[in-house]
């Protein structure tokens, strides 16, 4: 069980709009650390896609954004693509456990 | 872009010690702070620890009695080891260039760059 909860799983169809929560506690998220989203396709790297709770970095299509709100964030994804079906993570800092964490994961269907 | 590249032993039997070297190129060893990171069935990925160009570190409170990291500055490359291992720790390892995340009061990380991962199996 991670400490950042995400859900294990969202659908969407093509062109439509999904988001992604994680959800953290007064210990990380709420504590004012960061939230950075990850994407993972099979037998790759992850690959930074939000950096700074909303920060893309160069190459991410605008398709891609990141929000933050107390204790949680999110990501979002508009005009869904067939290439957008992957694994998604989100990660931050915890001051009670001194370390990085990651949420366990959502995988992403694209019907 | 740096790039990184994961080597080391795919086997490590119980109890022995499991070393990979991370071979950078694109960049300096000496211009980030470098993380190992590793992606479990069970436990997804997992963070290990990091380590800066002039030797400081920080690991994950739940490997740290296990876990050593150093940098070798004349190859561009950046190593982690991780005694006792148990068939918990068969995972893919990742090397990582690691940025810092500066909010006030508060010193958060997130990781750019990575490997393409290696395997590491502990079994007899």
């Known amino acids: 069980q991670s400490v950042l909860t995400q859900p294990p799983s969202v659908s969407g169809a093509p062109g439509q709009r999904v988001t992604i929560s994680c959800t953290g506690n007064n210990a990380n998220i709420g504590a004012g650390y960061d939230v950075h989203w990850y994407q993972k396709l099979p037998g790759t790297a992850p690959k930074l896609l939000i950096y700074?709770?909303?920060n893309r970095p160069s190459g991410v299509p605008d398709r891609f954004s990141g929000s933050k709100s107390g204790t949680s964030a999110s990501l979002a994804i508009t005009g869904l693509q067939a290439e957008d079906e992957a694994d998604y993570y989100c990660q931050s800092c915890d001051r009670s456990l001194s370390s990085s964490l990651f949420g366990g994961g959502t995988k992403l269907t694209v019907l | 872009q740096v790039q990184l590249q994961e080597s080391g032993p795919g086997q490590v039997k119980p109890s022995e010690t499991l070393s990979l070297t991370c071979n950078v190129s694109g960049g300096s060893i000496s211009s980030y702070y470098w993380s190992w990171i590793r992606q479990t069935p069970g436990k997804g990925l997992e963070w290990i620890g990091y380590?800066?160009?002039?030797?400081?570190?920080k690991y994950n409170p739940s490997l740290k009695s296990r876990v050593s990291m150093s940098v070798d500055t004349s190859k561009n490359q950046f190593s982690l080891k991780l005694t006792s291992v148990t068939a918990a720790d068969t995972a893919v390892y990742y090397c990582a260039t690691t940025a810092l995340s500066l909010v006030p009061g508060a010193v958060g990380y997130y990781f750019k760059y990575w490997g393409q991962g290696t395997l590491v199996s502990v079994s007899s």
């Open positions: 700074g709770n909303n």
């Open positions: 380590i800066y160009n002039s030797g400081t570190t």
